[in-house]
């Protein structure tokens, strides 16, 4: 040890005399290795998101309060937040909200299941995929608002076609999700079931669909977000209650303010939607590395 | 129970993958097979556990499975094959569950089997929270809770770093001591081939036949990793599949 710490003392003596002759010189052999790693590693900053907001909704203010953008545009946000606060008071808020969420939440509750399990099915049985993968494949690209006549034809002008319309465009998007998760399961599970004996349900039901549910999660993000879209087309379309309706009756008067008001609850919706799927998916996805 | 290998070939499409093998695996003795990689190992083991069926030849079961096997022919995965999303406890109780034993028999299985296994305190945790060692001994308890007849062991130390294959290689040794269970080993590590054969079988490259079975009298329990035999024993192994290994490794893999 001793002799170590001798040896690099030695050598530092010898590059002070070295570079004694050449004085500021960074010396010939002593430069650090720049740090180049690192990839394209993301990692969460929890702050610049808020920041953003705020600073845009701020500039936004001060762009209308100063007249620098026309209140023909935009409308201010402090008047926006009237808005809000009068939704509230006058109890309008509820009376649109409560429609709009029972229609997402039926929609897309029996869109989501009924994608899980024609996906399920299609993932295990290969007479199943063979049929429908074609028929999915053809729903898929149809822009399903094109079809609210129809669905308005079928279920009648009142909730039935709005649910209809709502849960076929979350269907096909998670018979995808779901079936591709399925593929997906690590076959060497599957191999150890069987080898182990176990029973074809208990294959099913303790090493596929547990293994699916990462990918059923990510389709279910998709799905619910298609969902929003589709619960306001389908009450702009026709409905006199719910945000869609709200929003539709609020540009047609140009009323921006609350326009933006409808919006924004939207987008909160979206918002609420994607958290709480977040909660649930870390409870259900503990064991993910 | 002892199994019987009984002249079996195989062949995918025109590639023909083993050629007539004969293989006795008598009970309570740890049979190796060694060979080159491709050789075909992995799938001779996967034959003699029913996970495949052969283009020719047969595996005979000869007498009954003991009293309580619930699975005879229990395989060991290289990848371990946990599921992520169960404890210990449960990945073990997954193999248990469709026997209907009640809940407390299971129980004491899962008990039993985690304190053979030195992982009584790891009962709940997730394999994500385990070392790669850690994960093959619970793979090798479960494979024990269903007091298997034949355990058919495919490649179980490859997927580790080689301090942790040793010291898992004791303990098979440890367990075989105490259980004298009848196992099929797969693998290509020569060293491991040697400690824990009863009887060493040395494949050919593609097709896969048998080169040669080497018989080593000294129990497992007594053999030392300096041992002089089975150095020499493991010398002379290498030679026999140096050539092989060689030109197994120059084929090109077929599309």
């Known amino acids: 040890m001793a002799d170590t710490t001798h040896h690099s003392l030695g050598a530092q003596t010898e590059r002070t005399a070295a570079g004694a002759d050449k004085p500021h010189s960074a010396g010939e052999a002593n430069t650090t290795v720049r740090y180049r790693g690192g990839g394209f590693r993301t990692h969460s900053i929890f702050w610049v998101g808020p920041v953003v907001f705020v ?17 023909l545009t935009l409308p201010k946000p402090s008047d926006v937040l009237g808005t809000f606060g009068e939704l509230w008071r006058t109890g309008t808020l509820f009376e649109h909200l409560i429609p709009s969420l029972t229609r997402f939440a039926v929609g897309s509750a029996m869109g989501c299941l009924a994608g899980v399990i024609i996906g399920v099915m299609i993932g295990l049985f290969s007479h199943v995929r063979a049929g429908l993968v074609p028929v999915v494949a053809a729903i898929f690209p149809i822009p399903k608002i094109a079809l609210l006549p129809l669905f308005i034809i079928w279920f009648g002008i009142g909730e039935g076609s709005k649910y209809a319309l709502i849960a076929l465009g979350t269907f096909t998007p998670m018979v995808v999700a779901t079936y591709g998760a399925v593929d997906n399961v690590d076959r060497t599970l599957i191999r150890m079931g069987q080898s182990f004996s176990l029973s074809w349900a208990s294959i099913v039901r303790k090493i596929v669909l547990p293994g699916a549910m990462p990918g059923i999660f990510s389709g279910l993000r998709v799905s619910l977000a298609i969902g929003i879209i589709l619960l306001v087309a389908a009450e702009m379309l026709g409905a006199r209650r719910g945000i869609g309706a ?11 303010e609350r326009l933006f008001a409808g919006v924004i609850i939207l987008s909160a919706l979206g918002v609420v939607v994607n958290f709480v799927l977040g909660l649930i998916e870390d409870r259900v996805l503990r064991w993910r590395s | ?19 007539d093998i004969s293989l006795d695996i008598p009970a309570g003795q740890v049979v190796s097979i060694i060979g ?79 304190a053979r296994t030195k992982l009584s305190e790891f ?31 495919d490649e179980p130390l490859s997927a580790l770093d080689s301090q942790t294959r040793e010291l898992l290689m004791d303990d098979l040794i440890d367990l075989w001591a105490r259980e004298r269970f009848t196992a099929v080993y797969v693998t290509h590590n020569l060293a491991e081939a040697v400690r824990l054969g009863h009887q060493i079988v040395v494949l050919s490259r593609r097709p896969g036949k048998i080169r ?44």
């Open chain 2, 212 to 255: 040669e079975i080497i018989t080593i009298e000294t129990p497992l329990d007594a053999r030392r990793r300096s041992d002089p035999e089975l150095a020499s024993i493991e010398e002379r192994l290498w030679s026999v599949m140096r050539d092989e290994a060689q030109a197994a490794d120059l084929e090109l893999v077929d599309g």
């Open chain 1, 246 to 256: 709200y929003i539709l009756e609020a540009g047609s008067l140009y009323d921006l």
């Open chain 1, 55 to 71: 600073v845009l909704i701020a500039v936004w203010e001060w762009g209308t309060q100063t007249g620098f953008i026309s209140n």
């Open chain 2, 123 to 153: 009962r709940d945790a997730l394999p994500k929270q385990l070392s790669g060692g850690m994960k093959q001994r619970v793979a090798i308890a479960r494979a024990l809770a269903v007091n298997p007849a034949v355990m058919l062991m």
């Open chain 2, 36 to 114: 080159p990689s491709g050789c075909g190992k992995s799938t001779l083991l996967r034959f003699i556990g029913g996970l495949e069926r052969p283009s020719e030849g047969q595996i005979i079961q000869r007498g009954q499975p003991p009293e309580g096997s619930l699975n005879p022919l229990t395989y060991v995965f290289q990848d371990f094959a946990l599921l992520p999303w169960r404890t210990v406890a449960g990945n073990i109780a997954l193999v248990l569950e469709d026997h209907g034993l009640g809940s407390a028999r299971q129980d004491e299985i899962i008990t039993n089997v985690l």
């Open chain 2, 1 to 19: 129970m002892d199994l019987r290998v009984d002249a079996l070939s195989h062949r995918y499409g025109n590639l023909e993958v083993l050629s």
